[in-house]
């Protein structure tokens, strides 16, 4: 198969699975803060990749001293996770 073929056959597949990533940056009066980034995927994502949670590593992220939070099942059969990279406060 060509790789256009493929793509469109992943486009298809995939087509209604919905994964969100929402980033969140909280500034303080004084330049520091948090930023959170947050990754939801919904049920079928969930159902069509049923080993995702264990599959997914963020090693690199907590060897960089990132706070990674999940993968927690979502109350609509999806996944969640939130990770936060380090800060450091202004000069």
């Known amino acids: 198969m ?7 056959l992943g ?7 919905r994964v969100d990533v929402a980033v969140d940056v909280s500034m303080n009066e004084n330049g520091s803060g948090v930023v ?7 049920a079928e994502v969930v159902q069509r990749a049923p080993g ?8 690199d992220l907590t060897a960089a001293g990132w ?4 993968p927690t099942a979502a109350s609509d059969g999806g ?6 990279p380090p800060l450091s406060s202004p000069p």
């Open 67 to 70: 706070l990674v939070d999940g």
């Open 52 to 59: 995702l949670a264990d599959d997914l590593r963020f090693d």
């Open 11 to 17: 486009v298809l597949l995939l087509g209604a699975c």
């Open 79 to 84: 996944l969640a996770r939130r990770n936060k």
């Open 36 to 42: 959170t980034v947050a990754v939801s995927a919904d």
């Open 2 to 8: 060509t790789k256009a073929v493929l793509v469109v």
